[in-house]
């Protein structure tokens, strides 16, 4: 993945409020990476949560990876940060 500036950040935001898997599934690996933004795995396996409900399934195996990495209470935030996201952006 090349590295994400700023624009293209804003632009997966945008994409994913609309619904589009693969921007859901881009910030799930810049935050997965800390490519453009700084690593953060709940915020990472939230995108690859949301991006495999939307039938993404490298984002499953993405989520299996960085949840290896997280604690319990880490990935019960995650599953919250994007039950919340689904009931605004769904």
């Known amino acids: 993945m090349a590295c994400v500036d700023v624009d293209s950040l804003t632009q997966y935001e945008t994409d994913a409020k609309r619904g589009r898997a693969e921007a859901l599934y881009n910030l799930g690996l810049a935050y997965s ?3 453009g933004v700084g690593v953060d795995f709940i915020a990472a396996h939230k995108w690859f949560n949301l991006a495999a409900m ?3 399934d490298a984002a499953k195996s993405w989520r299996a990876q960085v949840a290896s990495e997280m604690l319990p209470a880490q990935i019960a935030e ?3 940060l994007a039950r919340e996201w689904l009931s605004m952006f769904h």
């Open 54 to 56: 939307r039938g993404v």
């Open 78 to 80: 995650a599953q919250r």
């Open 33 to 35: 990476t800390g490519n």
